[in-house]
Antibody, heavy 118, light 107 residues
Framework: EVQLAESGGGLIQPGGSLRLSCAAS????????MSWVRQAPGKGLEWVSL???????YYADSVRGRFTISRDDSKNTLYLQMNSLRVEDTAVYYC????????????WGQGTLVTVSS | DIQMTQSPSSLSASVGDRVTITCRAS??????VAWYQQKPGKVPKLLIY???TLQSGVPSRFSGTGSGTDFTLTISSLQPEDVATYYC?????????FGQGTKVEIK
């Protein structure tokens, strides 16, 4: 059974850093699309970042240069390193997976809340 | 920026009605559009991918059409459990932009 479990969210001051983790089971993260999507309170979905295969990484303009997506294949875990956090980064962050070349995001985690506030 | 523009932003329809949501891409996105359903307080759920392929387990009252820049999601007979916000998403080359969402309610 495919499962995704995010962790690492919390309250952080503007300018701070946080690392989110997404532990996967039931499949291998190295063979699929792995993506982060966020949702600010009461707002719509915003795609954040994508990684697949060896070194294909992509970012939304709003986070490029501040966020870094990575994965640890030995731990079957996806990460999102978030630096220089802004108030507008406050959101629930979901990790999700898909089938490369076909299906975008077919399984989602439950999400982890990141609150950026002083 | 590549935009995905959904319309309407919200709608109210009666049980049994046919409901159509449209999504327009600012650039040609071939058939690489997906549709998601998000019920209040829940995680998004994939309904359709490659514009018209129904995800396993999704009721057949949901269907999708389109290619290029214009796409539609249709619910052939609206049910109470379909109350949700629906999002389109392009996934041909990054960024994988989402539409702004369409909130569907029962009249």
């Amino acid at each position: 059974e495919v499962q995704l479990a995010e962790s690492g969210g919390g309250l952080i001051q503007p300018g701070g850093s946080l690392r989110l983790s997404c532990a996967a089971s039931g499949f291998t993260v190295s063979s699929t699309y792995m993506s982060w999507v966020r949702q600010a309170p009461g707002k719509g979905l915003e795609w954040v970042s994508l990684i697949y295969y060896a070194a294909n990484t992509y970012y939304a303009d709003s986070v490029r240069g501040r966020f870094t997506i990575s994965r640890d294949d030995s731990k079957n875990t996806l990460y999102l390193q978030m630096n220089s956090l802004r108030v507008e980064d406050t959101a629930v962050y979901y990790c999700a997976r898909g089938v490369v070349g076909v299906v975008p995001l077919d399984y989602w985690g439950q999400g982890t809340l990141v609150t950026v506030s002083s | 920026d590549i935009q995905m523009t959904q319309s309407p932003s919200s709608l109210s329809a009666s049980v049994g009605d046919r409901v159509t949501i449209t999504c327009r891409a600012s650039q040609d996105t071939s058939i690489y559009v997906a549709w998601y359903q998000q019920k209040p307080g829940k995680v998004p759920k994939l309904l359709i991918y490659t514009a018209s392929t129904l995800q396993s387990g999704v009721p057949s009252r949901f269907s999708g059409t389109g290619s290029g820049t214009d796409f539609t999601l249709t619910i052939s007979s609206l049910q109470p459990e379909d109350v949700a916000t629906y999002y389109c998403q392009r996934y041909i080359r990054a960024p994988w932009t989402f539409g702004q969402g369409t909130k569907v309610e029962i009249k």
